[in-house]
C-alpha cells in the first residue's frame, strides 16, 4: 500500500516532468520496485525514481529521442551494480554530515511538492 501511495503519483508526476507518457511512469515504477525486490531490499525500502533523474531523462529525451531512455537506464544500473561490487559506497565517509543533510532535506522537499502538486 504504501508503495501504491508514494510511488505511483512520483512515478507518474517525474514521467510527465520528462515529457513521457504517464504510462511509461507507471512500466517504470513497477520495474524498479520488481528488481528491488527480487535481488534485495531492505524491508520497508521504497525504490523509485528522483527528481534529478527526471530532469535527466527529460533532457536526453529531447535531444536525442525516446528511444536512448531504455538503454541510459540500464546503463545507470550497471554502473551501480559495479559501485557496489567494488565496494564504493565507502566513500561516502568523505562527504561532510552538513552536506548529506542537504542533500536529503531537498529530495524530501522536491518528493512533497511534486507528488502534491500533481493531484
Known sequence: MTVALALVPEAVAFALIAGLSPLTGLYAAFMVCLITSIFGGRPGMISGATGAIAVVIA??????????????????????LLAGVLKLGKLIRLVPHPVIFGFVNGIGNSHFHVTIGYF
Open 59 to 80: 533532457t536526453l529525451a529531447k535531444s536525442h529521442g525516446v528511444e536512448y531512455i531504455f538503454a541510459t537506464v540500464v546503463l545507470a544500473g550497471v554502473i551501480q
